[in-house]
């Protein structure tokens, strides 16, 4: 019988109220102040290239997929 | 460019280009092309190694097509396609991006078709298929100046041949001294869930930094756990340097042994495989990247002109499952330049 790896869904968990929580309470940024928020470091990926290759490789040494973080990158920072 | 190298002798270098280009005010069109070429020790290396070398080339290409419609509304659509000589993988999708509260909030939401065809090397009447769904949806939001939080979710189903013809199962039957070599089984549909929750936030002037947590869930009974930390550091005008930790954990399938024994009837196991990506997992990666500035276009525009990019990085692989090769390590390398508009 395989030996198990535990892996436990607290810190989703917790980082989804945070999320809600954060979300409710934050305000509306104008775009006079979103300097930082349109630097090149903040966009997600930062270097898409650099994301693609090494998302291949997790996919196909890794046994999971989705979600990888490539998108979601908006912030209406451009 | 990308170079792969493990510690089992794979070594894939992987060519790669990408161009977009403004069609008009409101569309782009950006195509890629890269190519995979690969010489190692084994057919299917991580996961039942033979002494067979292998030399193979895998060819893919992509289009993704996208239009804003008003100032807040994008639609897209994209297509990719893949081959190799024993496999040929398609991905057609589209989707829509639009922008709330004052470009606060983004919300994108996404649509892929997969086809995939397996076939054998060695046995050119071998052709088995797979279809998949999978729908994306991504919510960013701006916190502050200096923060934007993310959440992705992934639902995704894949129904047909999940399994590799190259890959033989020894089943022991105590009976017998020698195990029995039989073909790899899983079962045929695969459904998954995975969440993400990533943020990004400006620390002074020149540092940033983004953390993320995903979990995976599928009805294989395989759970996963990926952390990712990101650093950035701009030290000066034309450099920009990161950083980056990910650690991820992995349970395995229901079905995966580290040994398969025939029943107590003589029957064999119904499912089985030998692919240690569905066994209990972990890794560790670490990379650094340098982007250098050659050339700037615009001086307002900090992404603009031509950069070169080299990122190198470490990945470290753990079964604990596995008798042999229980620790695996693999070098990856990309180097990219990048002219910006």
């Known amino acids: 019988m395989a030996s198990r790896v535990r892996a436990h869904p607290w810190p989703v968990i917790a980082l989804v109220a945070v999320l809600v929580g954060a979300t409710s309470a934050c305000v509306r940024?104008?775009?006079?102040?979103?300097?930082?928020?349109?630097?090149?470091a903040m966009q997600a990926p930062v270097w898409p290239a650099v994301d693609r290759a090494d998302n291949h490789v997790f996919i196909v040494r890794e046994g999971s997929e989705g979600a990888a973080g490539a998108g979601g990158g908006g912030c209406g920072c451009n | 460019m990308r170079l792969y190298v493990d510690d089992d002798h794979v070594t894939v270098v992987s060519p790669a280009v990408a161009a977009t280009a403004e069609a008009d005010d409101a569309t782009s069109l950006t195509i890629d092309a890269t190519a995979d070429a690969i010489s190692s020790a084994s057919i299917?290396?991580?996961?039942?190694?033979?002494?067979?070398?292998?030399?193979?080339?895998?060819?893919?290409?992509?289009a993704r097509v996208a239009r804003a419609v008003g100032r807040r509304l994008e639609l897209r659509g994209q297509g990719r396609?893949?081959?190799?000589?024993?496999?040929?993988?398609?991905?057609?999708?589209?989707?829509?991006?639009?922008?709330?509260?004052?470009?606060?909030?983004?919300?994108?939401?996404?649509?892929q078709l997969g086809l995939d065809r397996a076939g054998d090397a060695t046995d050119a009447t071998f052709s088995r298929r797979r279809t998949e769904h999978a729908v994306t949806l991504a919510a960013s939001q701006v916190l502050d100046p200096r923060t934007v939080l993310d959440g992705i979710v992934e639902a995704r189903r894949a129904d047909g041949y999940h399994a590799s013809p190259y890959r033989r199962v020894p089943v022991v039957d105590p009976a017998w001294p020698l195990p029995t070599w039989v073909d790899e089984v899983t079962p045929e549909v695969r459904t998954s869930v995975a969440a993400l929750v990533r943020a990004?936030?400006?620390?002074?002037?020149?540092?940033?930094?983004?953390?993320?947590?995903?979990?995976?869930?599928?009805?294989?009974?395989?759970?996963?756990?990926?952390?990712?930390?990101?650093?950035r550091h701009q030290p000066g005008e034309g450099w920009l340097l990161g950083a980056t930790a990910r650690g991820y954990v992995q349970d395995g399938a229901a079905f995966y042994r580290r040994a398969y024994e025939v029943g107590d009837d003589g029957a064999l196991p119904v499912e089985r495989t030998r692919d240690r990506t569905l066994g209990p997992m972990r890794s560790a990666f670490a990379s650094l990247t340098v982007d250098r500035t050659l050339w700037r276009g615009d001086a307002l525009d900090p992404a603009g002109g031509v950069h070169l990019v080299v990122a190198a990085g470490a990945l470290a692989w753990w079964f604990p499952d596995a008798a042999l090769q229980a620790r695996r390590l693999a070098l990856v390398t990309t180097a990219s330049l990048v002219q910006a508009f």
């Open chain 2, 44 to 62: 299917d290396v991580l996961t039942s190694a033979s002494p067979i070398e292998v030399s193979e080339l895998r060819v893919e290409a992509g």
């Open chain 1, 29 to 40: 940024v104008r775009p006079r102040q979103r300097e930082r928020l349109a630097h090149p």
């Open chain 2, 200 to 231: 990004r936030r400006a620390l002074g002037a020149a540092w940033f930094v983004a953390a993320s947590q995903r979990l995976y869930v599928d009805d294989w009974d395989v759970t996963s756990h990926t952390t990712i930390v990101d650093v």
């Open chain 2, 81 to 111: 396609g893949s081959h190799e000589a024993d496999y040929a993988a398609w991905r057609l999708g589209g989707g829509a991006g639009v922008e709330l509260a004052d470009r606060n909030l983004s919300l994108d939401l996404d649509y």
